[in-house]
T-cell receptor, first 112, second 114 residues
Framework: SQKIEQNSEALNIQEGKTATLTCNYT??????LQWYRQDPGRGPVFLLL?????KEKRKERLKVTFDTTLKQSLFHITASQPADSATYLC???????????FGKGTRLHILP | NAGVTQTPKFQVLKTGQSMTLQCAQD?????MSWYRQDPGMGLRLIHY???????DQGEVPNGYNVSRSTTEDFPLRLLSAAPSQTSVYFC?????????????FGSGTRLTVV
């Protein structure tokens, strides 16, 4: 069956360090992958989209990699700040009809 | 731009009641979706539309109906509410093709069925 796996445990990172979140998938062949941020009580906010032919994509302090061989995407936040604390979701299209399916998300805490 | 507007923000229903969750977007987006979010389950797709007059089921469609008579509106109907439908519901819209654009989400409707 198709699975999207993100670390279910919260990730605690010291302010100023790089936070790295992982998204692994099985039985998918996505042409692209998306990352979202969700704050408590709010809807998710789209951050980045990376296509299968793009190994890496950057936006300000964010960097996403996409390894279709490992079936994995890594999401990095450099020079992390307490305001980066949130839940981060990866999402990708399913094989049959491109409907967007979300992982369960990883909670990130940036400690001051 | 208002983006994606969901109403109501909070709702309490009794088992067996019906209601409609409203969703409207003003970005002329073709793609619209309804998700529910439950603790430990993440976001699960309920129904989906790629344009006016076109809808399709997602992962958890049972107990819900949708229609898409206009590009702007995508209401979600609960036919006979059950406690298992207690959840936070999010509506989302996207430009022409989610391969190029991410979803814009509404602020959610928090539904409790008692």
């Amino acid at each position: 069956s198709q699975k999207i796996e993100q670390n279910s445990e919260a990730l605690n990172i010291q302010e100023g360090k790089t936070a790295t979140l992982t998204c692994n998938y099985t039985n998918y062949s996505p042409a692209y992958l998306q990352w979202y941020r969700q704050d408590p009580g709010r809807g998710p906010v789209f951050l980045l989209l990376i296509r299968e032919n793009e190994k890496e994509k950057r936006k300000e302090r964010l960097k996403v990699t996409f390894d279709t061989t490992l079936k994995q995407s890594l999401f990095h936040i450099t020079a992390s700040q307490p305001a980066d604390s949130a839940t981060y979701l990866c999402a990708l299209p399913n094989n049959r009809d491109d409907k967007i399916i979300f992982g369960k998300g990883t909670r990130l805490h940036i400690l001051p | 731009n208002a983006g994606v507007t969901q109403t109501p923000k909070f709702q309490v229903l009794k088992t067996g009641q019906s209601m409609t969750l409203q969703c409207a977007q003003d970005m002329n987006h073709e793609y619209m979706s309804w998700y529910r979010q439950d603790p430990g389950m993440g976001l699960r797709l309920i129904h989906y539309s790629v344009g006016a007059g076109i809808t399709d089921q997602g992962e958890v469609p049972n107990g819900y109906n949708v229609s898409r008579s206009t590009t702007e509106d995508f209401p979600l109907r609960l036919l006979s509410a059950a406690p298992s439908q207690t959840s936070v519901y999010f509506c989302a819209s996207s430009g022409p093709g989610t391969a190029n654009y991410g979803y814009t989400f509404g602020s959610g409707t928090r539904l409790t069925v008692v």
